[in-house]
């Protein structure tokens, strides 16, 4: 018994089905998830502070947080840039460049931490920089949705 959809021929969308679609699924900025990235980090680092009143663990919360946010904005920097954009090919291309520069930045960043942070908490670095990474599960909370 053959799958029935394989058979199915595909039919492309028509300008105005194609805007619908897309008024339906719309996409979020990545701008707008790094400055949520960046709010996140600054509200942990906040709470760190009032909590525990130890200067440490608020720089490590920072750090943790930049940890996440300065690659992230130089990956969307360099994925809303007109080269990327191109053509297909050279958008795949791109986006595993930018994908490399940011994980090699981040763990650049991470294993500068004991010298730049001062009073380091690895913990608190960690803690930090995982709940920054999960804003971008957030971020597809944010999508508006068509209104009917």
Known sequence: MEDEGAKAPIKPLTRQEAQALSA?????SPWRVIAAQAVVGGVMAALVALITREQGFVWSVLYGAATVVVPG??????????LSSLAPGVSAVSFMLWEFAKIGVSVAMLALAP????????????????????VYWVALLWRGRAKI
């Open 24 to 28: 339906k699924n719309p996409s979020v």
């Open 73 to 82: 904005a130089l990956m969307a920097r360099g994925m809303t840039s007109r």
């Open 115 to 134: 010298k730049l942070v001062p009073g380091l908490s690895w913990p608190a670095l960690l803690v930090a920089l995982v709940v920054c990474i999960k």
